[in-house]
């Protein structure tokens, strides 16, 4: 059974920084494109970042220069690092993985997906 156990969430002020992490278990870690989501109230669920199996990465625009995904193979990890945090970045944030090498911008490119961790951004 796989599972993504996302964790780092909480409540930051306008400018700060906060770290997300993602487990993965029941799959081969390695062999996965990783996926970060996440959802406003009110709003639809966006794309926000994308690490593939090869290691390449691929940002949403609204959140280049920001953020950073990466992954740690040997503990099944995905993170994301998340600087100069802005209110609209509050949101519950969902790690996502699918063996597509290629991974993807939407959420059904995805098979695997996670709970979600709550990012609140305030002034």
């Known amino acids: 059974q796989v599972q993504l156990v996302e964790s780092g969430g909480g409540s930051v002020q306008t400018g700060g920084s906060l770290r997300l992490s993602c487990v993965a278990s029941g799959l081969t870690f390695s062999g996965y494109s990783m996926g970060w989501f996440r959802q406003a109230e009110g709003k639809e669920r966006e794309f926000v970042a994308v690490?593939?199996?090869?290691?390449?990465?691929y940002y949403a625009d609204s959140v280049k220069g920001r953020f950073t995904i990466s992954r740690d193979n040997a503990k099944n990890t995905v993170y994301l690092q998340m600087n100069d945090l802005k209110l609209h970045d509050t949101a519950v944030y969902f790690c996502?993985?699918?063996?597509?090498?290629?991974?993807?911008?939407?959420?059904?490119?995805?098979?695997?997906r996670g709970q979600g961790t709550q990012v609140t951004v305030s002034s």
């Open positions: 996502t993985a699918d063996s597509n090498p290629f991974g993807g911008s939407r959420w059904l490119d995805y098979r695997y």
């Open positions: 690490i593939r199996r090869s290691g390449s990465t």
